[in-house]
Nanobody
Framework: QVQLVESGGGLVQAGGSLRLSCAAS????????MGWFRQAPGKEREFVAA????????YYADSVKGRFTISRDDAKNTVYLQMNSLKPEDTAVYYC???????????????WGQGTQVTVSS
């Protein structure tokens, strides 16, 4: 079992930045690929970014490419999502997830955090 706790969400103006963190515990963090997903009110949870166990070749949704950066620090058992140039449409609850495969699909990640709210005002 892997436990995940997100932090770093909040209210920010359009054009601003936030860095989300997700601290993992319970199993060997470096064994897991990590992902970030988000869910806006009334919408499906969607893929944002993912990073492999090695940290190479991260994947991004087209909507965030060039603005968001996913990274991991295995020494701290933490994955990050740096979000720059935020837009109102980025408003959502952001979830981190852990799995053995780095994919873009929710079903490939069996472990999830409780989420952190990000609100971008116009």
């Amino acid at each position: 079992q892997v436990q995940l706790v997100e932090s770093g969400g909040g209210l920010v103006q359009a054009g601003g930045s936030l860095r989300l963190s997700c601290a993992a515990s319970g199993r060997t963090f470096s064994n897991y690929a990590m992902g970030w997903f988000r869910q806006a009110p009334g919408k499906e949870r969607e893929f944002v970014a993912a990073i492999s166990q090695s940290g190479g070749s991260p994947y991004y949704a087209d909507s965030v490419k060039g603005r968001f950066t996913i990274s991991r620090d295995d020494a701290k058992n933490t994955v990050y999502l740096q979000m720059n140039s935020l837009k109102p449409e980025d408003t959502a609850v952001y979830y981190c997830a852990a799995g053995l495969l780095v994919t873009l699909t929710r079903s490939s990640f069996p472990y999830w955090g409780q989420g952190t709210q990000v609100t971008v005002s116009s």
